[in-house]
């Protein structure tokens, strides 16, 4: 079975400063993508960074960036230089090209982030 | 692109009535979810469509849930003889393609409260 663990309910940042976001996986899979996801109090869910598990490269967008390491099946989320808008909840997910499930995300349960001034 | 819209936002019924959500995806999308996610909980999959096909349905999604996508547009999800369980944020997605790497595009919900 397929599943997602964030095992940080919440977190607290200073603001400018960096904080990672943690997020195992269980697949058996070999191909897969995994994405992360901003849900702010509005109730959108905002797309950050894809990383599929064939990348040689940990990807990133802008101040985001995911620390693969597909041997501990774990994409953390990096977000650098912090700022007030990104206090929000994120949430980690998977979708697989196999066993059917290429048709859906899977999510974990969230963390929420709180950045401070 | 006016994005993945939802409506209505918040739905407030009693037990046992019958409620009715909409979705309207992004005009190009073809590919369209249903989500539902309840308090400190991350989203979970429903059902998904192609074009108007349903292609697979949740464990979750009980014969008191329904969903179509009548000309392969927008959607609905009808909930009859609600109960206070189903009480939950609705979330609707749509995508352009399934491949491995394709974002979904979130609406931002329906609430749902069953009093």
């Known amino acids: 079975a397929q599943k997602i663990t964030q095992t940080q309910p919440g977190m607290f940042v200073q603001e400018k400063e960096a904080v990672t976001l943690d997020c195992t996986y269980d697949t058996s899979d070999p191909s897969y993508g995994l994405f992360w996801y901003k849900q702010p109090s509005s109730g959108e869910m905002i797309f950050l960074i894809y990383?599929?598990?064939?990348?040689?490269q940990n990807a990133t967008e802008g101040r985001y960036s995911l620390n693969f390491q597909k041997a501990r099946k774990s994409a953390n989320l990096v977000i650098s230089a912090s700022q007030l808008g990104d206090s929000a909840m994120y949430f980690c997910?998977?979708?697989?090209?196999?066993?059917?499930?290429?048709?859906?995300?899977?999510f974990g349960a969230g963390t929420r982030l709180a950045v401070h001034p | 692109d006016t994005g993945v819209s939802q409506d209505p936002r918040h739905k407030i019924t009693k037990r046992g009535q019958n409620v009715t959500f909409r979705c309207d995806p992004i005009s190009e999308h073809n590919r369209l979810y249903w989500y539902r996610q309840t308090l400190g909980q991350g989203p979970e999959f429903l059902t998904y469509f192609q074009n108007e096909a349903q292609l697979e349905k949740s464990r979750l999604l009980s014969d008191r849930f329904s969903a179509e996508r009548p000309k392969g547009s927008f959607s609905t999800l009808e909930i009859q003889r609600t109960e206070q369980g189903d009480s939950a944020m609705y979330l609707c997605?749509?995508?352009?393609?399934?491949?491995?790497?394709?974002?979904?595009?979130f609406g931002s919900g329906t609430q749902l409260s069953v009093l």
């Open positions: 997605a749509s995508s352009l393609g399934d491949r491995e790497n394709e974002k979904l595009f």
């Open positions: 990383q599929g598990s064939y990348d040689q």
């Open positions: 997910a998977m979708r697989s090209t196999f066993s059917g499930g290429y048709n859906k995300l899977i």
